[in-house]
Nanobody, 127 residues
């Protein structure tokens, strides 16, 4: 059974950095995309970044380009989200998820394309 466990969240001052981790246990052979998403209170869940497992190409939401970096340690099945220049509007519950649907190849940040989700890790940015 595939499981995803996020960690690395916390409280950070504006301008600070956090590195989130997502450990994927179980076989990923049927899956091609791993993504990071976030959901702030009262808002819809939104795509942040994703990575294709077959070529490691990455995709980012406009609001994090240049600040966040997604990467993957294939040997350990861990996906990271390095977050720099954090702002209060980045405050949210951050989730990792994995997809095997064809739609995700065309729309890698589309929430509906992901079928397996972790429980999330809270990121709070405040002075």
């Amino acid at each position: 059974q595939l499981q995803l466990v996020e960690s690395g969240g916390g409280l950070m001052q504006p301008g600070g950095s956090l590195n989130l981790s997502c450990v994927v246990s179980g076989s990923m052979s049927d899956y091609h995309t791993i993504g990071w998403f976030r959901q702030a209170p009262g808002k819809d869940r939104e795509g942040v970044a994703s990575i294709f497992t077959y070529d490691h190409s990455t995709h980012y939401a406009d609001f994090v380009k240049g600040r966040f970096t997604i990467s993957r340690d294939s040997a350990k099945n861990i996906v990271f989200l390095q977050m720099n220049g954090l702002q209060p509007e980045d405050t949210a519950l951050y989730y990792c998820a994995i997809s095997r649907l064809p739609i995700t190849r065309a729309a890698p940040l589309y929430t509906g394309g992901y079928g397996k989700w972790g429980q999330g890790t809270q990121v709070t940015v405040s002075s």
